[in-house]
């Protein structure tokens, strides 16, 4: 079995900061791509961030030169420093990740449970 456990979301003032973490656990022989998708009330989940195993990222156009995506691939764990968050940054945050269990498995991709970000004043 394979774990995303996400942490550091809470509520914050508009033009404020917020780190999120995620660490994956379990049966894990390698990861790919990992990243943050997010999803607010009445909206379809989407792209904030991805960062490949070698470090390439991308961002959504909204949030483009606020968060910053970052991994270490020694502890299977993904972060994403947003700065001058806004209301409409608000939404349940997910990690995502491409992970392979051993040799001969295929890449399978795995979800967190979420945590939610709450920007308001």
């Known amino acids: 079995q394979v774990q995303l456990v996400e942490s550091g979301g809470g509520l914050v003032q508009p033009g404020g900061s917020l780190r999120l973490s995620c660490a994956a656990s379990g049966s894990i022989f390698s990861i790919d791509n990992m990243g943050w998708y997010r999803q607010a009330p009445g909206k379809q989940r989407e792209l904030v961030a991805r960062i490949t195993r070698g470090g390439s990222t991308n961002y959504s156009d909204s949030v483009k030169g606020r968060f910053t995506v970052s991994r270490d691939n020694a502890k299977n764990t993904v972060h994403l420093q947003m700065n001058s968050l806004r209301p409409e940054d608000t939404a349940v945050y997910y990690c995502?990740?491409?992970?392979?269990?051993?040799?001969?498995?295929?890449?399978?991709?795995?979800w967190g449970q979420g945590t939610q970000v709450t920007v308001s004043s």
């Open positions: 995502n990740a491409d992970i392979r269990r051993g040799v001969g498995y295929v890449y399978k991709e795995h």
